[in-house]
């Protein structure tokens, strides 16, 4: 069985006093929670404050990227050295908004993925459809070929340490959730395709997360879905209730 896994993106919001309440408030709702695999991915620059608060919770830390390069001359990068020195154990690589507005593209993805996995750091790669894609019948081809490229150099021995987050980028931040059946349609191609890629015993190991508009009042039923194995969570995390109910919603 797959654990179920949501984990907040705090995407480009909180200072750290704004950060350090948010925990404060998020650690003793869910502190009973077992079951679920639970994170928070901060800014950079409030990860270590987290990270001093999470330690000795079962909440783990993410960063929202990471450089694929090691060290040196990269202005304005973060290395998986750093981040784990800092305490990171995941990293967000892919998002659709770093694709959109930061000039992301697939293989910079892979070469992300790659550094994180070099240094124990679970990568979580998404990938997504835009509106004018899924409304040209494109979904499948971009979802699966964003995945394919993204998952390049890894190998079949270290996929079922990587989490693929589907984010339909048309509900990201636009309260349009896919319905359950939308969602399921795209996770259970990407099932499909990992399976293909690293083995159907890998593949069903794997853990696919469902993101856009996920709220406390949708979660179950996504959730509910045969290949939706948890949630990449934006906006809803930002309220420790709401993050808390969307991690009860997975129990
Ligand atoms: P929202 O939950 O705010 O739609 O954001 C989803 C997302 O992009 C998480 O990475």
Redesign the pocket.
């Known amino acids: 069985m797959r654990k179920p896994f949501i984990a907040g ?1 705090w ?1 480009m919001n909180n200072t750290r006093e704004a950060a350090k309440a948010l925990v404060n408030a998020l650690v003793p709702l869910v502190a009973d929670v077992e079951t679920v695999e639970m994170a928070v991915a901060p800014t950079f620059t409030c990860l270590q404050d987290v990270a001093e608060l999470l330690r000795g919770t079962r909440i783990e830390l993410s960063a929202q990227n990471i450089s694929y390069a090691a060290k040196g001359a990269y202005t304005g990068e973060i290395s998986a050295d750093m981040l784990k020195d800092v305490g990171c154990t995941h990293a ?1 690589i892919g ?3 770093r694709r959109q507005f930061f000039g992301e593209t697939d293989e910079g993805v892979a070469r992300r993925v790659r550094a994180a996995l070099d240094n124990d750091i679970v990568p979580i790669v ?1 990938i997504g459809e835009s509106l004018a894609e899924r409304e040209s019948g494109k979904t499948f081809d971009v979802v699966l070929g964003q995945l394919v490229n993204g998952l390049a150099s890894v190998k079949r021995e270290e996929a079922a340490r990587v989490v693929v ?1 589907y ?1 339909p980028v048309w ?5 349009k959730t896919a319905t359950p059946d939308q969602a399921q349609e795209v996770h259970a191609a990407i099932r499909a395709k990992l399976n293909e890629l690293f083995g159907a015993e890998v593949g069903e190991a794997m853990r696919i997360q469902y ?5 406390a009042s949708n979660a179950k039923e996504l959730l509910g879905q045969k290949d939706i194995d948890g949630a ?6 930002l309220v420790a209730e709401d993050f808390a109910a969307i991690i009860k919603a997975a129990i």
């Open positions: 993106n995407k967000i998002h659709s908004e998404c987050a984010e509900a990201i931040g636009t309260g993101g856009g508009s996920v709220k990449l969570v934006g906006g809803a995390s």
